[in-house]
């Protein structure tokens, strides 16, 4: 509906958690220097495939992988998958797969085709290989880590992709609803999961802008594609111009996300997690271009 | 050392098998309280429903949990039918306290169509909505609110055989149960004020949380005005064409308290919250009875107290309007008062 994105008010700002949280940034602390931290613009890839997806649901391997290898090289700006994966982890590296578990999960294709891939061109050992999603024990034991989150609206949340999908490393999930969500990013801070993330790989082959986290077909939609970068807030916030822009699409008015997804933004501002502004983001897309929803 | 091992042993094992055990009893303690058929077109279910409630839904549905019991929810009953031709079908039916907080979760979603699927006749009352909707479809999902069940039934993928057999899995929900009205506060919303501003019916919303009043209307992260389950409210945009050729949007939202002690004190907390800029000059909680209109950043916001109903309207484009809106509705209260809600 026209001009109803409220967005944060300053009257946000004035009221307890939220605005004690987000305010953080105003001070400007050593710590949360975010985005401006960051090289000038940060990248975030959209890679699609009008076929990856058949009517029935069934997801091609094969087309997935040619995906992720498109994926890996214009994330790194390699030549060959083999040197895009050396530019992400080191074949020593214990890496943690971290997908969306269940509502709306991440296709399993697409964690064998990344775990195919580190094994084949990375030349990581199977062994060295872990399904991290879970307590923080998990990522305890990895030395790098690589998110791989379902595209999804949450009711309770706005969005509940990226910077949600470590929430289970926190040990305490409930702690991070209404209010407290915007203190998602400081998960993305604990000893066990600091600094580990080396690529953020979004599945927005079938996703859900709204009703979420519960499965409601009426807002699940084939957008076919893979959402990636290094900068988690970067690629969460292209996420949410994906989700927003198919909102109104849906409605032929606009329908803002509600409520606001201030976890985007604290975890830019307050986390220095990576950047929210969309205008210092490159978006770099390649394939299938009808209904990007990224005008 | 040996004893205490075993001291040990049995203590763990104990310990691993009582929080099982007693689940399986509540399961079973917990009646079923809907029968499915066993067999539906290409579809089998399991025998046993999987039963959810207030303790282990979050196991099952993470934080969508909190939608629920953000209403009157006593249990959950989750069936699933299993076919070796076509997807699974998932049959959930939330078994809440009324049938309002049925309503409710129906009320956060009027998109899809409209299907037919009680036997029994509704109940004799003037409709609030235009259309007494009790369950919609689309994508292969049905959704119903009956009495005091709200249901989903869906399809993993839809096709005509899937469609066929959500729609007569949702008619065995519905079979024989009562068809009550809808809640009595949704007549709070005028269809019209004044010549100009039409309600909006496909977005009228009722709900007892600020929870699922933000996932509405995003007010505020904070429970800034008190709502709880002891509370019932309603939201809705009202629309009106401008000249050139736009439409503009207000926000109406009425809550009816247990009180009119806590209707004072949500007003003074929503005041001091939301309209801090305002305070100079206002003691509210002295009376129960004040109206009050102001401008601030999105428009005019005008609100209302009357005894333990609340109105409150955001986003008027003039104080007139605002005005306007909030008079219709407080006349509407006050003369229902007047004919002891008749």
């Not at chain 1, 111009?241 to 699409?249: G, V």
């Not at chain 2, 869906?154 to 024989?176: C, D, P």
């Not at chain 2, 009106?240 to 004190?265: H, I």
């Amino acid at each position: 509906m026209a001009n109803r994105q409220r967005g944060l008010t300053r009257r946000d700002f004035i009221r307890g958690t939220v605005g004690a949280t987000l305010a953080v940034s105003a001070l400007r602390m050593p710590w949360s220097e975010g985005s401006e931290r960051l090289a000038p613009l940060s990248l975030v890839t959209v890679v699609r495939d009008k076929n990856v997806m058949d009517a029935g649901y069934r997801v091609d391997p094969k087309i997935l992988q040619s995906m992720v290898n498109r994926t890996l090289l214009q994330v790194t700006g390699k030549n060959r998958v083999k040197e895009a994966w050396a530019d992400l982890v080191k074949t020593e590296d214990i890496v943690g797969l971290v997908p969306t578990p269940h509502l709306n999960p991440t296709h399993q294709e697409l964690v064998d085709v990344v775990k195919e891939s580190l094994m084949r061109e990375a030349g990581i050992s199977e062994k060295n290989i872990i399904m991290a999603q879970g307590g923080k024990r998990r990522p305890g034991k990895c030395t790098a880590l690589i998110s791989m989150p379902a595209l999804k609206g949450h009711w309770l949340t706005g969005i509940g992709t990226v910077i949600k999908n470590y929430i289970m490393y926190s040990g305490r999930p409930s702690n991070y609803h209404e209010e407290k969500s915007a203190k998602l990013g400081e998960i993305w801070l604990i000893p066990e999961v600091k600094d580990k993330t080396r690529l953020v790989l979004v599945d927005a082959i079938h996703p859900l802008c709204d009703k979420g986290p519960q499965p409601d077909p009426r807002y699940k939609w084939a957008y076919n594609g893979l959402i990636a970068g290094i900068d988690p807030v970067a690629v969460e916030t292209v996420c949410l111009k994906i989700l927003t822009s198919k909102r109104q699409a849906l409605r032929g008015e606009p329908w803002p996300i509600s409520p606001p997804p201030i976890c985007v933004e604290a975890a830019d501002k307050v986390y220095g997690l990576g950047t929210s502004k969309i205008e210092k983001i490159k978006i770099a897309h390649f394939g299938w271009g009808e209904d990007l929803l990224l005008e | 050392m040996t004893g205490f091992f075993s001291k040990t042993l049995f203590f763990l094992l104990t310990m691993m098998i009582i929080p099982s055990f007693s689940k399986d009893i509540r399961a079973e303690m917990t009646k079923k309280s809907v029968k499915l058929p066993k067999t539906i077109g290409f579809w089998t279910r399991s025998d046993n429903a999987r039963i959810i409630d207030s303790g282990n839904i979050f196991d099952y549905m993470n934080g969508a949990g909190e939608l629920y019991l953000a209403y009157g929810f006593d249990h959950l009953e989750v069936y699933e039918y299993t076919s070796d031709r076509q997807d699974r079908i998932m049959a959930e039916v939330y078994v809440m306290y009324t049938s309002n907080d049925a309503f409710g979760l129906l009320s956060l979603d009027w998109g899809g169509e409209p299907v037919t699927i009680h036997s029994t006749p509704p109940f004799q009352s003037e409709p609030c909505v235009e259309l007494p909707v009790r369950a919609l479809y689309g994508g292969g999902l049905l959704r119903i609110w009956s009495d005091n069940f709200y249901a989903r039934v869906m399809a993993y993928r839809e096709t005509v055989e899937s469609k066929k057999a959500v729609l007569s899995l949702g008619q065995a929900i519905a079979a024989e149960r009562k068809r009550p009205a809808e809640p009595e506060l949704l007549k709070v919303l005028p269809t019209t004020v004044g010549p100009d501003w039409k309600l909006r019916k496909d977005r009228i919303g009722y709900f007892r949380s600020h929870l699922v009043l933000n996932s509405l209307y995003y007010l505020s992260h904070q429970n800034i005005l008190h709502l709880d389950h002891s509370t019932e409210a309603v939201t809705a945009p009202y629309e009106k064409r401008t000249q050139d050729g736009a439409t503009k949007y207000v926000q109406v939202l009425f809550v009816k308290y247990a009180l009119p002690a806590q209707a004072g004190k949500a007003l003074a907390n929503f005041h001091k919250a939301y309209l801090p800029e305002h305070q100079k000059g206002f003691d509210l909680g002295i009376t129960t009875r004040q109206t009050h209109f102001f401008k601030i950043e999105d428009g005019w916001l005008g609100y209302a107290l009357d005894g333990a109903g609340l109105a409150i309207v955001f986003e008027c484009p003039n104080r007139e309007s605002a005005q306007l809106i909030i008079k219709h509705i407080t006349d509407y209260t006050v003369s229902r008062e007047k004919n002891h809600g008749k």
